[in-house]
């Protein structure tokens, strides 16, 4: 199995938002992938409980079956929406895409 995980950086205000409500949106639209995705085995995606320099405000973790799977998923037309949006209101992002 392979987990794609991603970390963003929030901005403190975007597309009308503050930073409380731009995450909650993320979470709801993320989480609203769930089932929408066919090579998609999990999805998980929170707030990160603690704050400082090297820390990130939020994570994603997606779990797919094969490394093959992944393109699959990033290019779904759901999954692009939520990125666009998400595009719009991060400041920063890192990923990893690991073998389990």
Do not use: C, Q
């Not at 409980?49 to 799977?69: E, F, R, S, W």
């Not at 393109?71 to 990923?95: M, Q």
């Amino acid at each position: 199995m392979i987990r794609h995980i991603v970390m963003w950086k929030i901005k403190e205000e975007a597309e009308s938002m503050n930073k409380p409500e731009i995450m909650a949106h993320i979470k709801d639209i993320l989480l609203a992938l769930k089932g929408k995705i066919p090579v998609v085995r999990d999805l998980e995606v929170g707030e990160s409980l603690t704050n400082g320099d090297m820390h990130y405000d939020m994570a994603l973790i997606v779990t797919v079956d094969k490394l093959d799977d992944l393109p699959l998923y990033a290019n779904h037309p759901e999954h692009l929406k939520v990125r666009d949006f998400i595009s719009k209101v991060r400041l920063d992002r890192v990923t990893a895409d690991i073998e389990v």
